[in-house]
């Protein structure tokens, strides 16, 4: 597989997972006319969203490219990420980068925390509102049951959109659904949302055995 190939993977994964789960802030410049009830919600999906500095859960993801997989996510604020997902792929944000580890190739290649999304997904404190928001809002439909958040960073022809799914009663974060530079659409579903007290550090590193020398074996954190 090449470099090329195994970047576009990245970017649609972390385009739809990230960009994560739970984060979103919005431009001064918006797309959606944000009214006072508008503003009051945003303001309860911030203070929510603030609130969870460390979780762990489980997600399932599904594209329109016809690819599937589940698994298990970690987000500790800010900046750290583990992506577990029940294929051989595994991403880690250590705060500065992300690591997208395929296992079955044994691959591992290396995207900025600031050229896409996660940056903002793992920010420890989101404002929504406010005189220095960095997405712009698309738009925002409120149904019976759930209420859709549209939007996208300055730069939409390299991250495309997302839709935060948030359920009503009570507030919850339900998922998401993104459509990429390339439009796939990507939904994901979480679940088993946890809050949690301390992490593991080796969770938000990637290990591999290099061997040395005369067949030793020796551990290397990336």
């Not at 006319?33 to 919600?41: G, T, V």
């Not at 594209?63 to 792929?89: T, V, W």
Request: glycine fraction near 6%.
């Amino acid at each position: 597989m090449t470099k090329v190939v195994l970047e576009d993977i990245l970017k649609n994964i972390l385009h739809s997972l990230l960009l994560i789960i739970f984060c979103l802030i919005f431009s001064n410049k918006c797309f959606a006319m944000i009214n006072e009830s508008d503003e009051s919600y945003l303001k309860k999906v911030e203070t929510y969203i603030n609130s969870l500095q460390k979780i762990s859960g489980r997600f399932t993801q599904n594209s329109s490219n016809g690819a599937k997989d589940s698994g298990k996510f970690y987000i500790n604020k800010p900046g750290k990420m583990r992506l577990q997902y029940e294929s051989p792929i595994l991403l880690v944000a250590d705060g500065s980068s992300i690591v997208y580890e395929d296992k079955k190739l044994n691959q591992i290649s290396y995207i900025s925390m600031n050229s896409n999304p996660a940056s903002i997904v793992l920010n420890g404190n989101i404002t929504f509102t406010g005189k220095n928001p960095s997405v712009k809002i698309k738009s925002i439909e409120e149904r019976e049951a759930t209420t859709e958040i549209t939007l996208t960073t300055k730069n939409e022809k390299q991250s495309g959109t997302i839709t935060l799914i948030f359920e009503n009663k009570p507030l919850s974060f339900y998922g998401w659904r993104v459509r990429d530079a390339q439009g796939i659409i990507t939904e994901v579903k979480l679940s088993d949302i946890r809050p949690e007290t301390n992490f593991d550090p080796s969770l938000f590193k990637i290990t591999r055995n290099k061997t040395i020398g005369s067949g030793k074996s020796k551990s290397k954190y990336y």
